[in-house]
T-cell receptor
Framework: GAVVSQHPSWVICKSGTSVKIECRSL??????MFWYRQFPKQSLMLMAT?????????EQGVEKDKFLINHASLTLSTLTVTSAHPEDSSFYIC?????????????FGPGTRLLVL | LAKTTQPISMDSYEGQEVNITCSHN???????ITWYQQFPSQGPRFIIQ???TKVTNEVASLFIPADRKSSTLSLPRVSLSDTAVYYC????????????FGGGTRLMVKP
């Protein structure tokens, strides 16, 4: 299957700082990528849809000014957590769609663990 | 988006076949059914996808009845390493809609 990478795999930062997470599609181009957040023992929650060359679409309750998404190329989307606070500590996962025969399949990155102190 | 319902957890033993059923009563005509596996602190891994009848690949089979209101993921001869959370998702992949995750099924494989 298609490979999606994320960087960094984990990050620890002080409260008030900003953190950037990169999501790359390694062997395919992705016009659309998705960002999810997952808290311990919970399911994945969609945060936003990242569209190449246009503004991201955020889910209800997700602050677009706090979670900045940039999809500047067909292989890279970035999520910046601005002025991070301890409650932003979570597991962030991105995904990208790949067109396969007859449909599209969503492939996920390995995730980024964020800990805000 | 079609809502899915899965058992919260299942237990099995090594070498057994495991069947996890997912209900999606309001599945739409254009919706596909996709299953993912997730280990702790990892992103979900694609297992299998189907639209109707039966789909089989090297790791699993997916059975979808004619009314498509449910689907069953079948894992043959599970091992301890198959202990994970399994998610059933339904969505119109061709329309480009994102997939919404339900609660998933936590499978525990015992020796």
């Amino acid at each position: 299957g298609a490979v999606v990478s994320q960087h960094p795999s984990w990050v620890i930062c002080k409260s008030g700082t900003s953190v950037k997470i990169e999501c790359r599609s390694l062997d395919f181009q992705a016009t659309t990528m998705f960002w999810y957040r997952q808290f311990p023992k919970q399911s994945l929650m969609l945060m936003a849809t990242s569209n190449e060359g246009s503004k991201a679409t955020y889910e209800q309750g997700v602050e677009k000014d706090k979670f900045l998404i940039n999809h500047a190329s067909l292989t890279l989307s970035t999520l910046t957590v601005t002025s991070a606070h301890p409650e932003d500590s979570s597991f962030y996962i991105c995904s990208a769609r790949v067109r396969t025969s007859g449909s599209q399949t969503q492939y996920f990155g390995p995730g980024t663990r964020l800990l805000v102190l | 988006l079609a809502k899915t319902t899965q058992p919260i957890s299942m237990d099995s033993y090594e070498g057994q076949e495991v069947n996890i059923t997912c209900s999606h009563n309001n599945i739409a005509t254009n919706d596909y059914i996709t299953w993912y596996q997730q280990f702790p602190s990892q992103g979900p891994r694609f297992i299998i996808q189907g639209y109707k009848t039966k789909v089989t690949n090297e790791v699993a089979s997916l059975f979808i009845p004619a009314d498509r209101k449910s689907s069953t993921l079948s894992l043959p001869r599970v091992s301890l390493s198959d202990t994970a959370v399994y998610y059933c998702l339904v969505g119109d992949n061709n329309a480009g809609n994102m997939l919404t995750f339900g609660g998933g099924t936590r499978l525990m494989v015992k020796p």
